[in-house]
């Protein structure tokens, strides 16, 4: 079995938080036949693209389960495109590089992907150069039912408001686009990854939030990325109405925060905002709550 060795950022970030790893991450350069299989199952996928200046963002696309499929173990097949008033749109070009995280909420199954678009027409075709499972730590179990977009015009924000500061504090949730930096070749690319705890492991103020990292696979893709480039994009879900808060920001990490934060929080990240969108409605399903992961119940908040 091949696969990929840690890019150079990855190794620093697990040395910096004292979980330096032997040997190659457990990364493939193709997607084997369980996580091709999990893929079709899903009908909705989030997704990493770049802006115009370099920026990662972060999106989600829907579908009828089967939209996405792979037609080899080096391609993904995605039978939509991101609806016209979703900020990514225009990243969705061919030849760009695209992150993937494939998560069922009902099993707390997620795969992670990433390559480049080699076409966009009715569709997405991805030629895939990572692929690699995680694990279900974190993950909430929801069960989705399909319902119509609500189709109301973006709301760009030019600072969080009531609104988006609530929707960050309530939520269990949130997803994290990176990339690595220029000059780490094909180890690299972009990533779009999972977090989650209990409702307010995430605090705001102002424009700045502050999230804790709980003990996970460590390989430290998100961190290593981050630490060479400190740009994040940020996907925000409210399950309840459907409504999408997509952001941009620098981040800071501490990597020994000596006992500040919630409880289980290994190390905190900090995220300047500085672009943010509501998209009201935009996620196609309402939803029904089954149970908060062990993991999830293990660890604190910031109002604990």
Known sequence: MTFLAFHEDELKAQALAGH??????????????????????????FVATLDADGWPMASVLTGEPGFVQ???????????????????????????????????????????????????????TVGIAQSFGNCAQYIQTRTPSPRAGAGEPVEPLEHLDAAAHALIERSDTFFVASRSRAGIGSDGGLDMSH???????????????????????????????????PRAGLLFIDFASGDVLQLQGRVSIEWHPEGAGPAGAERLWRVDVTHGWRRRGAFPFTWRFGDFAPTTLATGTWRD
């Open 20 to 45: 330096q790893r032997p040997g190659r991450a457990a990364i493939r350069p193709f997607m084997p036949d369980q996580h091709r299989e999990f893929f079709t199952l899903l009908p909705y996928l």
């Open 70 to 124: 792979s037609p080899d173990p080096g391609a993904l097949r995605i039978a939509a495109l991101p609806v016209s008033d979703d900020p990514a749109t225009p990243t969705f070009t061919a030849g760009a590089e695209i992150g993937l995280l494939g998560l069922d909420f009902t099993t707390r199954r997620r795969n992670r992907a990433n390559g480049r678009l080699v076409a966009v027409d009715s569709g997405l």
């Open 195 to 229: 977090r989650g705890g209990r409702p307010g492991f995430v605090s705001v103020t102002g424009d700045s939030l502050a999230i804790p990292d709980f003990r996970g696979n460590r390989f430290y893709n998100t961190l290593g990325n981050l630490l060479g480039d």
